[in-house]
């Protein structure tokens, strides 16, 4: 019952991270605001965010300066017509420690429950409806916090949160990347999305004293200063996964909603390819206005820039999304692929599984082409070495010469 939700404000929380913990998006820079599927990464969370009833503001969090974000912020909260608030965190407070220190901002609007998303996640976005699950089973079962949930293969389970959900819906296991038998656990995920009552605020606050306390108690009484002053900080760092879910596990009070869509986490450069397929897939069943027509040289699901020049022998797609002022040649061939803003690709090339960073030329009859490998990994095992196998990425500004190939490799 979606008009149940409507009852009351809710207040959203976008984290972002920070340049210090983005070195797996090399060469590529700035990660929440990367095009996929023609709009920046975080764009695709504010969208779904303003489509939940009662949303009164969106906040982001993360270390980049605030002058990074100022220009996506402004035209953002112009588009949607919703108040956009960046805050930048004062160190690594952890997920936990963040939304505990930026409590004031959330109480502002009274919401009756606020999101918590992380940036680097694509899925379908269903807010309205997880927040009609939370609120409905706060109701029914007390609980505090509902966490989204999707299925993964279960050779997959060790690189995420895994749970255990009863009849109810009910979390009654949680482990962080479980090492030991995963698959036992079976192949339901922690997908980084979080719906909260408002009570979880003092059960958060109360859980992270104790969590300090029983930290600082745990350091012997003979470590070093610099080990002591060292564990202090690492107090401070609170992980919702690791340290709050578990209580809340404890209390009963923490319930899964099932994502029924896709589902993919952006930990690399790479990762953008599969989700810009995921979201071009949805323009095609919901917006396909935004869609490039399709003809005998545009082929499945394609992105195109109002400014981009297209040679109309150049054949395009599917799961292609083209930048500003890009500049496509005779005979170009292109599919799952990203090519961005300014760049240039000369005659009869060929670009496959690969993102063009900004202001590149690809000269006349190159072949760029990456390895299509979804799993969580880009590295298999071969010899004893472990051997990279993912999205060719050209860095910004890179310049490949004539009947150049470049195959399953990073260049910055």
């Known amino acids: 019952d979606k008009t149940a939700a409507a009852d009351g404000n809710i207040v959203a929380l976008i984290m972002v991270g920070g340049p210090s913990v983005g070195t797996r998006f090399r060469p590529l820079s700035l990660k929440p605001l990367f095009p996929i599927a023609g709009k920046p990464m975080i764009q ?45 965190e004062v160190g690594e407070l952890g997920t936990a420690g963040s939304i505990n220190f930026f409590r004031s901002y959330i109480e502002t609007h009274s919401p009756k429950a606020f999101f918590v998303l992380n940036c680097d996640i694509c899925c379908p976005f269903d807010l309205s409806s997880m927040l009609s699950f939370h609120l409905s089973m706060a109701q029914e079962n007390k609980i505090l916090a509902t966490l989204c949930g999707s299925t993964v293969p279960t050779d997959h389970i060790q690189y995420y949160g895994s749970m255990v959900a009863d009849q109810n819906n009910l979390v009654i296991h949680y482990v962080e990347k479980p090492q030991s038998h995963p698959e036992k656990l079976g192949n339901l995920i922690n997908s980084g999305i979080y719906c909260f009552s408002i009570q979880f605020l003092d059960f958060l606050t109360e859980t992270i004293e104790r969590v300090k306390n029983e930290h600082i108690a745990r350091t012997s009484v003979r470590a070093s200063i610099n080990k002591l002053l060292q564990s ?30 896709y589902w993919k986490q952006i930990k690399n450069a790479g990762a953008a390819v ?10 095609a069943k919901e917006q396909p206005q935004l869609l490039a027509p399709r ?48 760049s240039v690709v000369m005659g009869h090339s060929c670009i496959l599984y690969s993102i063009i960073g900004w202001k590149c030329t690809i000269d006349r009859w190159c072949r760029v082409e990456g390895i299509k490998n979804t799993s969580p990994t880009l590295y298999v095992k071969e010899d004893q070495h472990q051997i990279r196998q993912g999205i060719c990425v050209i ?4 310049a490949v010469k004539p009947e150049v190939t470049l195959r399953n490799c990073i260049i910055c």
């Open 232 to 261: 202090r900080r690492s107090a401070d760092h609170i992980r919702l996964e690791q340290d709050i879910f578990k209580p809340l596990v404890e209390k009963r009070a923490l319930a899964v909603f099932h994502n029924k869509g």
């Open 295 to 342: 003809s005998a040289n545009i082929i499945g699901n394609v992105v195109i820039h109002p400014t981009a020049r297209i040679h109309p022998t150049a054949v395009i797609g599917p799961n292609v999304s083209i930048g500003a002022r890009v500049v496509i040649k005779k005979g170009v061939r292109i599919n799952n692929s990203i090519i961005l803003d300014d």
């Open 44 to 88: 695709h969370h504010v969208e779904a965010c303003v489509k939940v009833p009662g949303m009164k503001e969106i906040y982001i969090l993360g270390y980049y300066e605030e002058n990074e974000f100022s220009h996506f912020v402004a035209s953002a909260s112009t588009e949607f017509k919703i108040k956009i608030t960046y805050l930048k």
């Open 274 to 283: 599969y989700c810009n397929d995921f979201y071009l897939s949805g323009y």
């Open 395 to 398: 860095g910004e500004g890179c």
